[in-house]
């Protein structure tokens, strides 16, 4: 019975250590091709794929709407130095069962006088989604010439609150990104139970504009929240979000009071683009294809 245990115990061992080595090993044969593709001044990168096959998480995509999102490729070492032939490669995408998915285009090339390549990738739900579903799009891009390197990554969406949904557009050196929150939901929910209406019954807009004012005082559109450090980042307090605030929050810095979170609702089937300055433009805040978490904190209540 024991030698039966230390024999399964080995076998568990060899099994963890044969995985281990074969991922390491992936990403080791990468590193070495790339020295050499290096050596001939061959470089093809992209802002989002990667040699080492990297994985991008949306954990708050609504569920509803078609999210679309661009792909840059680019024949740079840096800022200087680029390869020395025009580069040509081809694409391709496996989608989750559940998702419609599509790229803009299936090949490409990069000139050397133009230095960088685009494509679009979308992807929406084939069928209604409950919260915590998750789609994906898992995209490759293979240059065939002069050398082949393959580049590719997976996108993740998964369902956090059904048709609530936001995003960070960001680049850098841009002084300031723009935040995004989409509201795809259409109906006001019950807040005081009125009339035949209980708790957190669902109303349509044409319902909801018939109701008196009192009545309409009982239902609710989604309160946003947005939480944020404005040591990093300062809401644009111009903006009509902010004119149009529920409430905030301040914080002290150096004796002086700064906004550090902002409430608001959103109407249905509408969109709100909250501005902020970011205090070091060196950084690239988009969220959630470029970096797996927010810069700001996102909350919805209704």
Request: hydrophobic share 35%; net charge negative.
């Amino acid at each position: 019975m024991k030698r039966k245990i230390k024999y399964i115990i080995v076998c568990l061992f060899l099994l963890l250590l044969f995985s281990v080595t074969l991922t390491y090993g992936r990403y080791i044969y990468n590193a070495i091709k790339d020295v050499y593709l290096v050596s001939k001044k061959f470089y093809f990168n992209s802002d989002k794929l990667t040699s080492n096959h990297k994985t991008y998480k949306m954990d708050n995509w609504s569920g509803v709407d078609t999210y679309q999102f661009s792909i840059n490729l680019n024949n740079s070492k840096n800022n200087l130095e680029f390869a020395n032939s025009d580069i040509t490669y081809v694409l391709s995408y496996t989608c989750s069962d559940n998702a419609n998915c599509s790229i803009s285009k299936t090949e490409g090339t990069i000139y050397t006088n133009e230095t960088t390549d685009n494509f679009t990738a979308t992807i929406s739900a084939k069928n209604a989604l409950k919260n915590n579903d998750e789609v994906w799009i898992d995209i490759m891009a293979e240059s065939t010439y002069p050398y082949k390197k393959t580049l590719s990554a997976m996108f993740i969406l998964k369902v956090g609150v059904p048709g609530i949904s936001y995003e960070i557009s960001d680049e850098k050196s841009s002084p300031y990104f723009n935040l995004s929150v989409t509201n795809s939901t259409d109906y006001y929910l019950v807040k005081t139970a009125f009339l035949n209406y209980e708790v957190d019954d669902r109303i349509d807009s044409n319902t909801y504009n018939s109701l008196s004012d009192e009545n309409k005082a009982k239902c609710a559109l989604p309160l946003i929240t947005l939480s944020f450090d404005p040591e990093v980042v300062i809401i644009d307090m111009t903006s009509s979000v902010f004119q149009n605030k529920e409430s905030y929050t301040t914080t002290q810095i150096n004796g002086h009071d700064y906004v550090n979170s902002i409430s608001f609702r959103i109407n249905l089937e509408s969109s709100e683009i909250v501005k902020f300055y970011k205090a070091d433009t060196s950084k690239n805040y988009t969220y959630p294809i470029v970096n797996s978490s927010s810069i700001v904190s996102f909350n919805y209540t209704q």
